[in-house]
Structures are given as structure tokens and as C-alpha cells.
């Protein structure tokens, strides 16, 4: 098979995916009550071009499941079937299905044998309870659409033998005409063989319509988009009639009624204009640095252009960077599927309310927040919302709600998970904690910090383990993975209120807010979402422990003091009066003091990785290139926090031999 | 789809519910048992909730056999998503037809 044609097959597999999207947002949207033609129309258009292309693409588990499917929405659409709640559900459940089979076709992965058969029978099942003779039909679309001038087709359509066996259904073809304008069907019957002679699958028959409409020709021929190799297909349009008054409106071309809003581009190419962008902001704050006064006395003409250039350059980087932004939708998306699974598995009603959809965030961000935000969701559905008994003693609906929303503030993304359930119990918490040894009985933890007890490895308030949540992997895992993508995750919860999980993240990881900070000779950065405080003069603070080493004093708790001079070996002595120490939060919820020479200041630097052409470097998590040309290494604060916790406990080795490793007592 | 041959010899067909693209074959299969007998033949398509050109296509190739043959045919009841399919498809005169059978199905122009 050619590279050409699995190039294709796999661009439909991606397209697959958006109209399974589709389909969910219209299915659910007509499940909360929004009863719309349009919405079904949509639903059918996804399922139907699903169904085409699985067929030419030889997807042979697709397409009889499409095929009943779409038969199902097009009684929906036709007013053949009857749209109940019960009927919507399992359309859900169907195109929940239908997703897992396209997933197992583009990653090749074997389905069971009858794999579909169970979600196939229930849907026509249902759909034959709702099958009504009279059912009226919902708005039609066709009203939606101007009659201001009208054009009549005669469209000829001749399908090939192979045509029916390939899922392509002509009625749907009907329906489709038919929901463009008047039509009038003719069929010839010519070539149809005797009866025992004939090949049931094979197409024999074939029609000329008669259409009325507004409509344009390639809106005509859309309907016929899967079967157009398929078939003899011819359209001519008989005759043009006019609305009396209306003036003439200007002849738009064809090719103008379908034009794509969108293109697909490989991610590799846009990595590569994205690199390219890095650069030229390189090149810009290093012109930037070039330009001061005596360049505007010299030449104030080259100074305003220089100017002017460096703005623009600022706004292609800006809209380069917009390129791999992409909305949040495809991950939300998958949460509704996930609740409805939940649900069930809980035998609590859980509603799935969903906000700030169409916020965008960069690609890489996108693709690694659907684990920790179904983390969380879980968490939620598990442990937050209480059974539908429990509720209503408490005076709450039966139904809980989880709100999931995203929303952009400056350069960073928020994403909220709240439910309305019973909130943390933070004595159970406290309770867990002293158990295990995590704090003393005697200490006195804010509510914050009870909270944060939930992010520490392997901490868990479930008293059972179930499938959905319990054992402890997942607050922390969410956690290191949103610091992973220089994000932070908080807990706020309210007793008998419910809980919400905030996760902030950076909009893009190409371009980073970072402390520009000197050690000896040398510029490192540290990202800024990773700094709490810097703290100038720090001494009175610091303290020296056995087992680790110089700590420091931050606000009652001790973190472990790190010189950066140290870190990488350099043979410079640090002036206490003049150096700073950067709190830094790690992963985990730690923090360390980094201690430098002096703060430079705050920029925005490109990240460049160094794995490319180094070794991986303890410690450093990239590389930028400063305004003035040289290179600064972007610090990694919880792997330096690790470096010194390993040497500390060689240390504790070496001169404690006896010592009970790791413990704080100062 | 059930045939039954009962005393006066005549023979009943139900049509299934669902006569989609996979039902086509089996259709034809169970018509192709009533051809030939010489025996008055009714069908009854009143459960029929779906159909597909493909079962239109048998059917009509069927009905026009049977009136070539000269064999009784009679639709005791048809669904409306029978009936739908064949006026959409243009092939309301075939099962008029069979509805009144004094006509015969004719090539349309």
C-alpha cells in the first residue's frame, strides 16, 4: 500500500476523531433538552462521513456499526424514531463504542469478536421502541436555509455495482437531496436482472432527481461526497428563477461554498517555524541590547525602522507561538464519557457541567493534562460526591455536580475541578497522617497544609481501594506531571460543600518567564512559576543540621540550603552580605534555598533543549540564550534538591554512621 | 422471516423488522423458496422499521418475477418505512402494483 494512501487513511483516522467529538458535544447537547434539527443534522453529518470514509478506507469494523448508527440518526433526523432521553443515552454509550473501535483501528490494536455486537443491538433496540409512524419530524433545516433565488438541477445518478456493498445507502442520499429543496424522484429499473439471476448486494438500479432549490451545485454534490467513485454522477442545473424584487446579488464562485477554514499541517513543521521563532527572539533581544541613544543620534531614521522591525518581530513570534495552541475541547471532551463510566460504576448520579471549552493552550500542554484532570475527575466522582441517600439527608439534589473549566489569565491557563460533594475531611486526613508518621500528633498544620498532605506520595484517606480511586498514586503523580509542564496544582474544599482543584499552567513551553540570576561568572534561569520568595539578607535564618546540611528557616519549616556555585563545581566564594537565596518549590511540595550572587532580573527567555547534542545534565532542564548573546543554563530546582539530599545522606554516612537517616532535628 | 405453507396452500411471509444492507441475501433467499410453487403467496411488511435500497432492489426484482409468473401475490400490510422507502427510491408504482394486481411494474422512463 502506498505511502500516499496510509498518509490518508491516517489524516481520516484524525478526522474520525473530531466527528466523534461531534457527535458527543450535539448527542449531549440534545440530552440536556436543546432539541434542535441543526444539532441532529450535525450529529448525522459526523456518523455519515465516518461511515463513508471507513468504507473506502477498508475499515471493515467501522462501517457496519456507522452504518446502524447512522440509520438510527437518520430516523432521528426524519422523524421516523422518536428522540427520548433513554434513546440519547445509549446513542452516547454507542458513540462511546464507535470511538474505542476507531482507536483500536488507527493503533492496530485486536478488538474482541463481537466487540460491538452487544452496543449495535441495543441501539436498534432502542431505536425500534422510539420507531413511530407519525413521529413529528423537529424543525427542518431546510427552513433555515435563503430561498431568495432558486435554481432547479437535474441530477443523474447511476450508481456502480460495488456501491451498496461498500455501505453507501441511496436513501440517505434521498434524504439529503430531499432536505435541500423539492425533489422528484425517477427511477430506472432497466438493468435490473431477472430476480433469480441477481446478486442481492449488487446496485442495479439507478435514478435521475429533479431538485428544486437555493442551494448551490457543490452543496448538491456533498450529498453524494462518498460514492462519487462509485457512481456516474451528472448535474446541470435547468434553469434560474429569481425573487422579483431582489436585486441580483453578486455571482460568488463555487469553489467559495466550500472553502475550508482550516488546513492540516504536520506538528513537525510547525516545531520547526516554531525553533525558527525562538531564534529570531534571540536575534531580537540581542538587537535590542545594540540599541541605545547614541544609535538614535547617529541615525534617528535607522532607530525608528529598527523599531518598527523589532515590533513585528515581536507579533510573528506571538502569532507563531498561537500556531501549536490549540483549544482545550479535546481533552474536555473526553470527560463527559469518563462521568457517564463513572457513574455507572459508582451507582451515584453525577452531572459533568463543562466551561471554557475553546480556552487554548499549547500542544504539548494539551496532550499531557488529560491524565491528572482524569485523576481528579475521578477523585471527585469516588470520593467527593456522596451517594444520592446521603445527599438528601444532607439537603443536597440528588444529582452531584463536577465542574470542569478552563480560563486564560495573562500567560497562564487556570483549570478548575470542583464538585459539590462532602468536601475533605481533614481530620480523617490528619488522622492518615499521624498514622503513617508524616507529622506528630502535637502539630499544628494550617488547613493548607492538611490539604497538601493529600499530594504526598502514596497518601490516601479511601478506606477501600476500589477501581475508580483509593490507593494513593494518584494525587502526587498529578501533581509531578503538572510541575513537569511548570504548572501548580492547589486544593481548596469547604466541609459539606465539595472540594476544587485548581491546576495553573503556562500557556506555552517554547517560551518560559524565567529569574535570570548569577552565580560566579555565570547566568543560569530559573523559572519563575517555580519561585516563592527570594529572601536578601538570609543568614539569621540559616542553621546547620546533622544528616543535611545547611538548612534554612522558611517560615517554620526548614529547607535544605543549596549554593549554586557548589552545584556545578565552580570555584567561586560566595559574599554572604551580597547573596540572595531563592525559595524554590519542587516536586512533591518541598522546597529548597537556592543561594546566589545577585538577582539579574525577570525576562522572557526561548527554552532550548541541550539533550539534542549533550548529555543530559543533573540539574538543568535546557538552555537559553540570553539578550547579550551568551548562553544560560535553565535550572531544574527538584533535581538540584535531589543532588543535595544525595550528597547529604553520604555525608550522614560518612559522619553518622550510627544516625537515624534523614531526620530533622533541628 | 417466517414462511408458512398452510392448508389452503398458500403461503405467508412476515418481513423482518430491520431489512438492511446484510438482510438482502437472506431476503432473496426466503423469496426464491416461494417462487415457482404455484401457490398464492402473501407477504405482510407491517413490522418493517428500517430498509435498504438494497432489500427495495430484491423486492422489486421479485415482484416483477412473480407477475411474470403469473403466481398471486398480495401485501396484506406494509409499514410506513416500507412504503417511504420505495416512494423515495421512485418505485411507488412497483408496490402499487402489488397492492392492485392488475398492474404490472414497468420500466420507468
Not at chain 1, 304 to 316: C, D, G, P, V, W
Not at chain 2, 50 to 63: I, R
Amino acid at each position: 500500500m502506498s505511502d500516499k494512501f496510509e498518509r490518508f487513511k491516517r489524516m481520516f483516522l484524525d478526522e474520525c476523531n473530531e466527528h466523534i467529538r461531534t457527535l458527543e458535544t450535539t448527542l449531549a447537547s440534545l440530552l440536556a433538552g436543546r432539541r434542535s434539527q441543526n444539532l441532529v443534522d450535525d450529529a448525522f453529518r459526523a456518523i455519515h462521513s465516518i461511515k463513508g470514509g471507513a468504507g473506502m478506507f477498508g475499515f471493515e469494523r467501522i462501517v457496519p456499526f456507522a452504518h446502524a448508527f447512522e440509520s438510527v440518526l437518520d430516523g432521528i433526523r426524519t422523524g421516523q424514531i422518536t428522540i427520548s432521553e433513554a434513546l440519547l443515552e445509549t446513542a452516547l454509550r454507542s458513540t462511546d463504542c464507535l470511538g474505542d473501535i476507531i482507536r483500536a483501528a488507527g493503533s492496530g490494536a485486536e478488538l474482541a469478536i463481537g466487540f460491538e455486537a452487544n452496543a449495535i443491538e441495543t441501539l436498534e433496540n432502542i431505536a425500534r421502541l422510539c420507531a413511530t409512524e407519525a413521529a413529528p419530524a423537529l424543525t427542518p433545516g431546510k427552513l433555515d436555509r435563503p430561498r431568495s433565488d432558486m435554481s432547479t438541477f437535474t441530477i443523474g445518478f447511476r450508481p456502480h455495482a460495488g456501491l451498496l456493498r461498500r455501505a453507501n445507502e441511496p436513501l440517505l442520499i434521498v434524504n439529503q437531496l430531499e432536505a435541500l429543496g423539492n425533489l422528484q424522484v425517477t427511477a430506472d429499473i432497466s438493468e435490473l436482472p431477472p430476480f433469480v439471476e441477481m446478486n442481492a448486494t449488487d446496485a442495479y438500479l439507478s435514478w435521475t432527481f429533479s431538485l428544486e432549490t437555493a442551494h448551490s451545485e457543490a452543496e448538491i454534490r456533498d450529498a453524494f461526497q462518498f460514492v462519487e467513485g462509485d457512481c456516474n454522477l451528472t448535474i446541470q442545473r435547468r434553469e434560474r428563477r429569481k425573487a422579483a424584487i431582489q436585486a441580483l446579488p453578486p455571482q460568488e464562485p463555487v469553489a467559495a461554498d466550500h472553502t475550508a477554514s482550516t488546513i492540516r499541517v504536520d506538528t513537525e513543521r510547525i516545531d520547526r517555524l516554531v525553533n525558527l521563532a525562538g531564534e529570531i527572539a534571540i536575534s531580537q533581544a540581542l538587537v535590542t541590547q545594540l540599541i541605545d541613544q547614541s544609535l538614535y543620534d547617529a541615525n534617528p531614521g535607522l532607530f525608528q525602522e529598527l523599531s518598527q522591525l523589532l515590533t513585528h518581530t515581536q507579533n510573528l513570534q506571538d502569532s507563531v507561538m498561537a500556531i501549536r495552541a490549540q483549544p482545550i475541547r479535546a481533552i474536555f471532551d473526553r470527560m463527559p464519557r469518563l462521568v457517564r463510566e463513572l457513574s455507572e460504576q459508582t451507582k451515584k448520579k453525577i452531572r459533568l457541567q463543562v466551561a471554557g471549552e475553546d480556552t487554548e493552550i499549547d500542544k504539548t500542554v494539551n496532550e499531557q493534562l488529560g491524565d491528572p484532570i482524569m485523576h481528579m475527575i475521578r477523585n471527585s466522582a469516588d470520593h467527593g460526591i456522596e451517594s444520592a441517600a446521603d445527599r438528601i439527608a444532607a439537603g443536597k439534589p440528588q444529582e452531584g455536580t463536577i465542574t470542569l473549566s478552563a480560563e486564560q489569565r495573562g500567560s497562564r491557563i487556570i483549570i478548575e475541578i470542583s464538585d459539590d460533594g462532602r468536601g475533605i475531611d481533614r481530620q480523617k486526613v490528619m488522622r492518615k497522617a499521624i498514622a503513617r508518621g508524616l507529622v506528630t500528633e502535637d502539630a499544628e498544620l494550617s488547613l493548607e497544609d492538611i490539604d497538601n498532605l493529600l499530594f504526598m506520595p502514596g497518601f490516601s484517606t479511601a478506606d477501600t481501594v476500589t477501581s475508580i480511586s483509593g490507593r494513593g498514586v494518584g494525587m502526587d503523580v498529578v501533581r509531578r506531571n503538572i510541575q513537569k509542564l511548570g504548572g501548580r496544582v492547589s486544593l481548596k474544599s469547604e466541609s459539606g460543600r465539595g472540594s476544587t482543584v485548581i491546576m495553573t499552567l503556562p500557556l506555552t513551553l517554547a517560551v518560559m518567564d524565567g529569574m535570570i540570576l548569577r552565580s560566579g561568572c555565570e547566568s543560569y534561569v530559573l523559572p519563575m512559576a517555580s519561585i516563592l520568595e527570594c529572601r536578601a539578607p538570609w543568614q539569621k535564618d540559616a542553621g546547620l543540621v546533622p544528616g543535611s546540611g545547611e538548612v534554612l528557616n522558611v517560615h517554620g519549616t526548614y529547607a535544605p540550603l543549596i549554593h549554586l556555585n557548589q552545584v556545578f563545581g565552580q570555584n567561586t566564594v560566595t559574599d554572604p552580605q551580597q547573596s540572595v537565596a531563592i525559595i524554590t518549590e519542587i516536586e512533591g511540595g518541598g522546597q529548597i534555598a537556592l543561594v546566589v550572587d545577585e538577582v539579574i532580573g525577570q525576562q522572557q527567555v526561548v527554552v532550548k533543549s541541550i539533550t539534542k547534542n549533550l548529555e543530559a545534565v543533573a540539574g538543568v532542564a535546557g538552555a537559553t540564550i540570553l539578550g547579550d548573546g551568551r548562553v544560560a543554563l535553565i535550572l531544574d530546582a527538584t533535581e538540584i534538591g535531589m543532588l543535595k539530599s544525595s550528597t547529604a545522606k553520604k555525608h550522614l554516612q560518612k559522619n553518622f554512621p550510627e544516625g537515624p537517616a534523614g531526620q530533622l532535628v533541628a | 422471516m417466517p414462511v408458512q405453507e398452510n392448508r389452503v396452500e398458500r403461503l405467508s411471509l412476515s418481513l423482518n423488522p430491520i431489512l438492511d444492507l446484510r438482510s438482502a441475501g437472506p431476503l432473496k433467499d426466503i423469496l426464491q423458496q416461494g417462487l415457482g410453487r404455484g401457490v398464492p403467496l402473501q407477504i405482510n411488511a407491517s413490522a418493517v422499521t428500517q430498509m435498504s435500497t438494497a432489500c427495495v432492489q430484491v423486492l422489486t426484482a421479485f415482484f416483477i418475477e412473480i407477475r411474470t409468473t403469473g403466481s398471486p401475490l398480495s401485501l396484506s400490510g406494509s409499514s410506513t418505512s416500507f412504503d417511504s422507502a420505495f416512494l423515495k427510491l421512485g418505485l411507488a408504482h412497483v408496490l402499487q402494483s402489488v397492492r392492485s394486481p392488475a398492474s404490472t411494474p414497468e420500466s420507468s422512463p
